[in-house]
């Protein structure tokens, strides 16, 4: 699969969309990523390109592989699979119900009315498996969370991330705004906020690593570090804790709301994951 | 952004003047602003420079090399985020290199460098709590070293 050619044909119709977007939209927020939106598969080394390009070396698949099995797994008091409702993974129909896999993670998160709070899509998983399975919710950073959601970010690779948060008028915008005070807010005791690394210098080395514009697209990636794919809220937990803050929970409030916030700057770019990181 | 921006400027300098008050309690970082620089040695007594080039080297404790490029051959990988250090003595006085490494923010609020002899920030880890980033004597042996890069 030529996967570098997919991803710039679609960069170019993302962007070209993002455009048509903007022209629609009444209210549009400025663009805080600079001049150029771009992913960390940008400066990645090319050890990790390689291995995100080819789906058979790419370290993350084996584990995706495994929650393929789980999706079409009978499990809970329900005795159902995720495949019995929404079809195969693949399908573009999504099965009897008319829900696919397929852009669920450029979409996400979406606001649930249920908890007024942005729902992202391991809280999505975990919600069907107690309400409709009747089965026990997956650990948040557990193979099979990560699996899956690794397994429903592959049937989004290629599609633009989404986001209209930034509307005063979308559900979202509470959040939205959570999550921007809080990309920049200073913490820790080297005291910095996201905005520093990856706003400010994005594109310089920190010691020897390239500062991406940190975005959320290639989630969940596999890194080299942790020898395992991770969640978003795990690498959210990483840059915290390098400077010297109190990471807070996985799912929680605070990550929900910056997750929310950084689908909004990465919207047009093309969903990538599983990615592969140093 | 720029309100938030404000508050933090705000905060921090609640707390540079808090120290200033607070001067008895033990580990609360004391310095004397003049204009920007700090012209008094933390601790009174002279800087080491040898230790001051391991303290910038650590990665613990000053971890300059993250952002700067500095005469340190034997190191590899040395960040780019910030100005090249080479020649730094000749573009400043010795009191103004003490403002910026206690804390830069006062030269420039919105920098990325760390404030290393200031505490009261955000949601900091329990082990760090309350803690400087260097000691006083540190500080003044970095000095001392930056001081030799003419």
């Not at chain 1, 948060?165 to 005791?189: C, H, I, M, T, V």
């Not at chain 2, 580990?27 to 002279?46: E, H, Q, Y």
């Not at chain 2, 404030?115 to 006083?136: M, N, W, Y």
């Amino acid at each position: 699969m030529n996967f570098k050619t997919i991803i710039t044909t679609i960069a170019v119709l993302g962007t070209g969309i993002t455009l048509a977007a903007c022209q629609m939209d009444a209210y549009q927020a400025p663009n805080p990523n600079g001049s150029e939106l771009w992913s960390g598969y940008k400066t990645a080394t090319a050890e990790t390109r390689a291995m995100q390009d080819d789906d058979f070396a790419n370290p993350g698949m084996p584990m995706v592989d495994s929650a393929a099995a789980l999706y079409n797994k009978k499990d809970g008091e329900a005795n159902m699979s995720c495949a019995d409702c929404h079809g195969a993974v693949d399908d573009p129909k999504g099965g009897s119900k008319g829900l696919p896999m397929k852009g669920v993670s450029a979409r996400y998160p979406v606001y649930d009315a249920d908890t007024k709070k942005p729902i992202n899509v391991e809280l999505r998983i975990n919600k069907c498996r107690t309400k409709y399975q009747k089965a026990k919710e997956y650990k948040y950073e557990s193979d099979a969370m990560l699996g899956m959601t690794g397994l429903i970010a592959l049937q989004s690779r290629g599609i633009p991330m989404m986001s209209t948060a930034d509307n005063p008028s979308d559900e979202l915008n509470a959040a939205w705004k959570a999550g921007e005070a809080f990309y920049y807010e200073r913490r820790g005791q080297l005291n910095m906020s996201c905005k520093h690394c990856h706003e400010d210098h994005q594109g310089e080395l920190i010691r020897a690593e390239v500062l991406s514009q940190g975005q959320s697209n290639g989630f969940p990636t596999y890194r080299l570090k942790w020898s395992k794919l991770g969640s978003l809220h795990r690498r959210f937990r990483g840059c915290n804790g390098n400077i010297r803050a109190e990471p807070y929970g996985y799912g929680s409030d605070e990550y929900l709301n910056l997750e929310t916030y950084l689908a909004w700057r990465g919207r047009g770019l093309p969903m990538e994951g599983p990615s592969v990181r140093k | 952004m720029k309100h938030t921006k404000f508050m933090t400027a705000a905060i921090g300098l609640a707390f540079v003047g808090a120290f200033a008050v607070n001067a008895q309690a033990a580990d609360m970082p004391k310095f004397t602003i003049v204009n920007d620089t700090i012209p008094a040695s933390l601790t009174g007594k002279p800087g080491d420079a040898a230790n001051g080039r391991k303290v910038a080297i650590d990665r613990k404790k000053g971890n300059c090399l993250a952002c700067h490029v500095m005469p340190i051959p034997e190191q590899q990988f040395h960040g780019h985020v910030g100005p090249d250090l080479h020649g730094v003595a000749k573009r400043y006085d010795e009191a103004t290199l003490r403002m910026r490494v206690v804390d830069p923010k006062v030269l420039n609020e919105d920098t990325m460098m760390p404030s290393f002899f200031t505490t009261g920030q955000h949601r900091v880890t329990k082990k760090f709590e309350g803690k400087t980033i260097l000691g006083a004597q540190e500080v003044e042996d970095v000095i001392a070293y930056l001081k030799t890069l003419m």
